[in-house]
């Protein structure tokens, strides 16, 4: 099974990489790997595939796109998820979000999820939302300030690095996806 990221301040490694033991945890056999690093992938050595890529300044990852639309003829082959990691999701999933909040969230991510679809013409077989960091420490001067202002206007914390992730339900996707791809296989 193949796990592939995108990743600019380091987070989606980590839900890749959690994402990747997990399913290890489900007794299968999976290469994690950066798309960054992966220019001659052949994806015809998979038998299923887990890309998950961050949103930033409302787009998906630059480069998770092009694979995509390289290997998209091969991804339509296999049983596919799509990880879409951000702070909109946060916002979402976040108790202290009011209604109004909460539904603008929804439909700003429904409208990044539509455009990377419409960009890439892939529809994964399953599309997670999951929530994303604030990693202060990661980002230089300028990328901190930007930070800072999304924090703010998503009424988050700005002062410390925080982690939004929901690891529990990751740990359902994954539970779903394995037994999913394994009474496929049978
Ligand atoms: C410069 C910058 C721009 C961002 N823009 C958005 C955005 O437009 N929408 C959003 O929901 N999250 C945005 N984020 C939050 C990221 O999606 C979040 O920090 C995510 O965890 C980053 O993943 P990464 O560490 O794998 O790059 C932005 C973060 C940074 C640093």
Redesign the pocket.
Known sequence: MLVL???????????AEHVGEQLVEHGLDVRVVDVRSAPRLELSDFSAAVL????????H?RALIRFVKEHRAALDTLPTAFLS???????VEAAQSTEARRAD?VV??GK?LDAFVTETGWTPGHVEPV?????FS??GFL?RL??KA?AKS?KLDSTKDQ???NWAALDTFVERFAVTWKSAAL
């Open positions: 990221y995108a990743t600019t301040e380091g987070h989606t490694r980590h839900v998950a890529s961050p949103i930033h300044a409302s787009h990852d990691v951000s702070l909109t999701e946060a916002t969230a700003q991510l990044q929530a994303g960091a604030l990693l990661q980002a990328k930007f930070l999304i998503s982690v939004f992730t």
